[in-house]
């Protein structure tokens, strides 16, 4: 009986063994056939604007040149295309994601939702690291700091996970600013169009790309996160002025993210050539001038990349400060 | 003037006039093809366009997007099935005029209308440049609210006989909306832990469902479209033409409502399309009743749904706020192209903007003359034999489904909404002030929570918003009295047991929903679905009882004599079941075989196989056809819009051993 098993099942098992040996030979010399690079979000947005000029160019890079197809899967501001990454995505190199940076924290903000670890996540690579900024219309007469925290006024921003939200509770939470958030707005553009018809007067957590058309209309406020403001502008950081330093340490874990804007990821268990080789062409990529030609076009975004075992590294950063600096910031973002 | 000779000077060139072709044309197939929206098109081809010149970009992109709103009725009247979510309320009248072996005729019209349309709102962007930016900034947020409720009270027009049941349906429709993550609070309502449930339920699925697969059932149970109607006639076409021209104040009207609403933010054309269709269903006309086959009942919607693009556009133009989904990714053509909306699109870039109209305007031309002259043989398509189109048909609604997530739950969906909406066609529950209630729930209740934000209560005294709610509850009201005065329509009525049966199971339902959005949801969440609920429970309730009381009253079921045609608004005449369970049963055996053998192969077995149980004579017929099915979705489904399909599970069997 045991034989028979064993005779019947010897065709499958040599089968296996040659598909594992198959398997390390690929290991060895990473090629690429065909790479799909997920998006988080619905067509039309940055992400899939910068994803789809990424698969133009990134298989040239790629050991096999590859062919790069791009696929929107929207859904809970890209957390559920990042758990789908954690759970059923190939991880062979051949399913890359577009998610958003906030990701990375997201467990700690959201641990009911995000029930995941951001470690896990293997990082390829970003596109822009610079600083975010509050920013008000000119008609609001909101034009300093001070101003900015003392009077009562309205906010605009998307939803409680978007980063324009985030950004605004920082500053009010954290430095006891006395405007108010509203929240449901479509986009940045949505936005500023109430900021032009004078419904509300500012918001947060946008970087300068998001309004180049716009820029005269505009007062800059303050920033979050490293390096200077666009233009050499002399602005505050607002973290900085934050008193407490628990707090201070909170805003700071969660301004971590503008230093990796646009990341891509790939699945935990994709074996580390793979890795590797995506990352060195992801950096290759980026210093591409037809690369950079077509993101110029984009928009003025500067491509200010970080490489994938950067981004890991400020990634378990982030996450080994103490649990009650988590809380702090769960409720500064509150 | 001098505009307008530039822009068309810069348009005359080759190779922009054959872009905005091409774009016509791939555009058309993308209407056609239930499941493809110009949305996803318009991603696929932004890419293409970073090469070209920007007039030549335009011209590919607009004339796209321009005409999937004209072909988009050839599966609606022929099946019954929306080729894209602006077809849906063209399915009522469009598809009754098919069964009539009217199908020419409602192409001719809807066609006519199309272009009239499209016309129409390529002018309202002309005119609008110079006054644009001022335009656009006089609108306030609480007078988006106040458009929507008004778009809301159109459910009144499209309640039909039983009035009662029409109101719940839109509220049931709006209490579905509210399924998926929430703007305001951010938490989840009603997904059941499923991620596929956080954006809400797709409406293209949700269209697809409610319309098509009700449609096919009764095909399939009639032998073919037109069942033993008279043959249709190429006259017909120039009938429906002249329908077109003869109620010219309508088409104008539907055309205004369209590029207005177009320019409205968060109002797609799921909504006005709706709202097009009960501003027409207030006046019916000469002719049959709405839902049954009145040629207003097409032209109003059709009109509308084109004129969407140039209003669109207006603020998409103006500040970068694009006015409906796919607008935000056209907003992506113009930063490749370095262009800024805003101040310069009107000024420096004028003449682009002109060319914009100029692509708009030739785009619904060429397609609606492509689509006349391919009238004559889609006619025909009529006296085909069911047991070959329902297969084909479903094919295309169950390939088309699972393209939007590449997930088994859109099988699910799409057969699970089917079987909703075959019991409300049947029941007498009407499917359109479902979808009205579906498409307009979540921006009433962003738009409500914005302005109360911004303001407080007090933007309620604004003037705009005063005189659009006003109108809304004007309407109403009339429409309410007129009900009162016809108390006993006298119409036939759905039997009495599976009635009662579907009322209670609504009010189960509703009061489900009123507990746990009153007990599970933060205050700002569950306001507006409470409210819903509530009306919900008291609408159906009241149905309920009074068809229990009716029923007690005779003792016996009331099987009323047919003495009107069935129709959206009058229950089935005749057993259904059995083509309901046939549709279903198909849907689930293709859903099956794709998750199986992936969606070519399930293609054609599915189609061969399925020919030859419905009724082949011989076997070679339906290889054939299965043959020439599976090639066309490969061409649209893989060339076209190239995508990457799942692994289906029996290569993934055959990958591990």
New interface residues.
Partial sequence: MLAMIFRVSRGPLLLVAGLVLAMCAQAQAVEFQTITIKVGYGPGGGYDQTSRLIARHLGRFLPGHPDIVVQNVPGGGSLKLTKMVLGSEPADGSVIASVSEAMSYAPVLDPQNANFDPLALQWIGSLVNEPAYCMTSKGSGIDTMDKFLQSDFLVGATGKSSVTYIFAALVKNGLKAKFKIVTGFDGTADIELAMQRGEIAGMCGVSSYNTSGSRDALNLIGTFGSGPAVGGEKLERFSDKIEDIKVREAATLIETTLQFHHPLVVPPGTPKETVEALRKGYMEMVKDPAFLADIGKLSEMAVNATSGEDISRLVSQQLKVGPDVFETARNLVK | MDLILTAFVEMAQPFRMLMLVTGVFVGLVVGVVPGIGG??A??LL??MT?NMDAYAAFALLLGMGSVNTTSDTIPAILFGVPGSVGAAATVLDGHAMAKKGEAARAFGASYSASMIGGVFGALVLAAAIPVMRPL??YL??PDFFAICAFGLSIVAMLAGSQPLKGLAAAMFGMLASFVG?D????I?RWTFGQ??L??GLPVALVFLGLFGLPELASLLLRGSIQGNAERPTYAGMWQGIRDTLREWPLVLRCSSIGSLLGAV??VGIAVLDWIAYGYAARRPGSGPKFGEGNVRGVIAPESANNAKEGGSLI?TIA????GS?SM??L??AF????L???PDMLGKNAALTMSMVFSIAVANIVGAVTCLVLTRPLARVAQVSAAILVPLVVTFIVVGAYQT?MSAFDFALVIGVGAVGMAMKELNWPRSAFSLGFVLGPSLE?YF??AY???GWSWLAQPLVLILLGLAVVGVIRQTLSWIRARNPGGPLPPALPDIAAGTAMTLLALAALVTAATGFPFEAAIFPIITAGLLLAFSLVTTVRTTLRWRRRGMPSASAPDMAPGEWSPASEPTMRGNLAIIGLCLALALLILLVGHLAATFIFVAGSIMVLGAKSWRPPLVIAAAATAFVYSVFDMLA???WPTPWLAGIGRI?
Avoid: C, E, R
């Fill in positions: 949305l996803f318009m991603a932004i890419p970073y656009v900034l306030k947020t993550i703007k305001i609070a951010g989840d991620i596929y956080w954006d933010p968060g603020p500040f970068g706020v694009p989904a935000s990714i907003l992506g930063v490749v192209h370095g800024v909306p805003g997530n962003n929570f914005l934000q911004i303001s190239s995508q990457p051993f």
